[in-house]
């Protein structure tokens, strides 16, 4: 909703939108082939009427309007139509090239001081970058354009109550939540002025929200009430459902569960209906601590599953959803070429029309005109095709290039995604026997680490990279759960070197963890006495590198694969085989092979000690 906000106040700001629809400016454009400012204006307008259709005729038009616009030296329609090419590839994910042309549409705005067409240029940036996760530049620009309306005294306006809160939602996203405070005041002064009911409540219900995240959750009750009331008074039906859920989270830190689950199930009622999968995602996680709370375990554990089960299916859709957006991108720039490729024919055309006309006036100078300038245009001629043609072939070359990246990119995240869900189902196996079998208070007392430990999970899942530290902690959490298999004598150690920054220094996540669970697995669950393993990150001796080692004190691999060969049934490591995938394809992206390390330890006797692993993560 935060990124819709801005974009719908700007593309609303255009006179014709709100009085003709997409159809009826089709008709006008038909009725007038003229090329002139009133085509130019029809032709924009047309663009932003379809901005949210999936309709390849949109960049045709806006190309055309530009085209109009530069002729006629019409710098209203220049700015525009820039900003229209750029909506289409933003619309697209093409970001690279949404950026360009929104940036030439700034720069002209800035050139004559126009400054409603600067702060739309702004903000436009500021929603692309938003979108790529780039908030500090979002903020940066937005600051600029609230800046400018304050200097034009536009201070109570609708627009800059939709800039703030795109501010304030960018400060949200870096979690800098006491930031957000005042702009989201600022933000419920305009709404009250103008006595905009929807920024009421919708401002109301976001302010709580940070009043929460800042453990002030007194004051968010209050506010999250104050919310509900106006979306009840002026049938803000798009907010109610997140009001509820916030209603149900808030009154559960504050120690109501039954108070709690109220809101949750009103708001669960709500998301069904809508169909809002990560709504209900959210609510079923909520729903499964109250019920473990109030000791209701049974449905603690339903929607324990009803969240796991969401969360798959959530993450199949994000896998097809990525595959789609690199197929949309293909697609474009295939047509986009299509549309070079006839633009060229007809210049190709046009300099044929001319050079039969110079032959006929050739001709009639003299013969040797008409040799000199046929030599002159076939000369220039095949020059020009030859420097096309190897443009084209430097083109497509970049393009495939592009194309086998990022479907190696999407081969890892697909990977990552398979990987966690496995993990998942482990750990909860683990709790369930706790459950059945085991201390009932210790398996509720690691339900919430599980679930604690899920939600880290499930956040990094489509990361290609997360901070050492977080992975440090989901270790610790794991091996946490670990624990409950044994009745006594597991331990473990997680340390780091010096020269290593856990805030600073990243790893692809999940990559440790399931050489850590061979090492239980295979090492130490078949053996008897104290059980240990360390674990340690350090850089090498180039700081390219972080080197993870994973030791244990197990009975080795000799003798595990010795106990695994005696089995009836052979089962491969589904963890194992996923890493070692993931490995496989970082070592395509890193040109090399000199990734994992298994060396068996051995006392003086020649008797197996353990097993370390040595994993080499590059940096970059």
Do not use: W
């Not at 009103?266 to 709504?279: L, P, R, W, Y």
């Amino acid at each position: 909703m935060k990124h819709l906000t801005i974009f719908l106040i700007f593309c609303f700001s255009f006179e014709s939108f709100g009085q003709k629809t997409y159809e009826n400016l089709l008709k006008d454009l038909q009725n007038h082939p003229q090329k002139d400012t009133i085509r130019t204006e029809l032709l924009i307008d047309a663009c932003v009427a379809a901005t949210f259709r999936a309709d390849t005729l949109i960049l045709k038009m806006a190309t055309e309007a530009n085209q109009i616009a530069n002729k006629l030296n019409y710098r209203l329609g220049k700015i525009r139509s820039l900003n229209c090419i750029g909506n289409y590839y933003f619309n697209r994910a093409l970001n690279d090239k949404a950026i360009s042309y929104y940036l030439q549409a700034l720069k002209l705005a800035e050139q004559t001081n126009d400054y409603p067409n600067i702060i739309i240029g702004k903000s436009n940036l500021a929603n692309v970058f938003s979108h790529t996760f780039h908030d500090d530049k979002a903020i940066q620009l937005l600051t600029e354009a609230d800046q400018l309306l304050i200097q034009r005294g536009d201070t109570l306006s609708q627009n800059r109550a939709a800039i703030l809160t795109n501010l304030a939602n960018s400060y949200t996203n870096l979690k800098q939540f006491a930031k957000t405070i005042p702009i989201y005041e600022s933000v419920l002064a305009i709404c009250k002025k103008q006595n905009i009911g929807f920024g009421i409540a919708l401002t109301l219900d976001n302010l709580g929200k940070s009043y929460f995240e800042l453990n002030q959750y007194e004051k968010a009750r209050v506010l999250f009430e104050q919310a509900k009331t106006e979306i009840e008074k002026n049938h803000v039906d798009f907010v109610r459902g997140k009001n509820l859920k916030n209603l149900g989270k808030v009154y559960a830190v504050l120690g109501q569960p039954i108070q709690s689950l109220k809101y949750l199930n009103e708001a669960k009622t709500i998301s069904v209906a809508n169909q809002d999968n990560e709504g209900m995602s959210d609510i079923y996680f909520e729903l499964q601590k109250n019920y473990s709370k109030i000791n209701d375990l049974r449905n603690a554990y339903f929607y324990l599953q009803k969240y796991t089960q969401l969360k798959d299916s959530l993450f199949s859709i994000e896998k097809n959803k990525s595959i789609q957006e690199l197929n949309t991108k293909y697609e474009t720039e295939k047509k986009e070429a299509q549309i070079k490729t006839l633009a060229q024919q007809t210049q190709i055309s046009e300099l044929e029309s001319k050079r039969k006309t110079t032959l006929i006036y050739g001709i009639l100078i003299s013969i040797l005109a008409l040799a000199s300038i046929s030599y002159f245009s076939f000369t220039r001629f095949r020059t020009k095709k030859e420097n096309e043609i190897l443009q084209n072939q430097l083109e497509e070359a970049k393009r495939r290039i592009e194309i086998e990246q990022k479907a190696t990119e999407s081969e890892l995240k697909a990977l990552k995604s398979q990987m966690n869900p496995h993990f998942m189902f482990n750990a909860l196996n683990s709790i369930q026997e706790q459950f059945m079998f085991g201390d009932k208070n210790l398996a509720n007392e690691q339900m919430g680490n599980f679930t604690y430990l899920t939600r880290q999970i499930l956040t990094i899942s489509g990361k290609k990279r997360i901070s050492l530290e977080t992975e440090k902690e989901i270790l610790t959490k794991y091996l946490e759960l670990e624990k409950i298999r044994f009745a006594d004598g597991f331990q473990y150690e997680i340390s780091q070197g010096k020269n290593i920054d856990e805030d600073y220094h990243q790893i692809p996540p999940m990559l440790i963890q399931p050489f850590v669970e061979n090492s239980i697995k295979h090492g130490l669950m078949h053996k008897q006495g104290d059980k240990k393993i360390y674990i340690n990150f350090d850089l090498d001796t180039s700081e390219e590198n972080i080197i993870c080692t994973v030791e244990d004190n197990g009975i080795g691999r000799e003798k595990s694969a010795e106990i695994k060969s005696k089995r009836i049934q052979q089962h491969e490591s589904f963890s194992t085989a996923a890493t070692e995938e993931r490995l496989r394809l970082l070592s395509n992206q890193f040109n090399t092979t000199d990734f994992v390390h298994y060396e068996d330890l051995k006392d003086t006797n020649g008797n197996s000690t353990g097993t370390k692993v040595t994993i080499k993560i590059p940096l970059s």
